[in-house]
């Protein structure tokens, strides 16, 4: 299984952006897909979480800017974000929790795509 995402950049405070992630391979079910953040002074943040039919949840402190949608025939997750600051500056990465008739249930993590928030 693979994850891959795309979609950062640099982009003006105000801004906005939409993150995707797309999962490849040997896959029966997607549980769950989560994206997190690492940002420049190594901290990691949970962002979203797109658990499909069962709903999706944001952070508190970004659900006023930040949406999660997963296209389940695409495998593939998208973050929306609006009104983007300096802080929000950060390698994004999406985690994903996926079910195999070998393997079970595992997670697996993307490379990441950067963000960069600045003007």
């Known amino acids: 299984v693979q994850l891959v995402e795309s979609g950062g950049g640099l982009v003006q405070p105000g801004g906005s952006l939409r993150l995707s992630c797309t999962a490849s391979?040997?896959?029966?079910?997607?549980?769950?897909m989560d994206w997190y953040r690492q940002t420049p002074d190594n901290k990691r943040e949970f962002v979203a979480r797109?658990?499909?039919?069962?709903?999706?949840n944001v952070a508190d402190s970004l659900r006023d800017r930040v949406s999660v949608s997963r296209d389940s025939v695409k495998n593939t997750m998208y973050l929306e974000m609006n009104n983007l600051k300096p802080e929000d500056t950060a390698l994004y990465y999406c985690?994903?929790?996926?079910?195999?008739?070998?393997?079970?249930?595992?997670?697996?993590w993307g490379q990441g795509t950067q963000v960069t928030v600045s003007s």
């Open positions: 985690l994903a929790n996926i079910y195999d008739w070998t393997t079970g249930s595992v997670d697996y």
């Open positions: 391979g040997s896959i029966v079910k997607i549980n769950y």
């Open positions: 797109d658990s499909g039919v069962s709903g999706s």
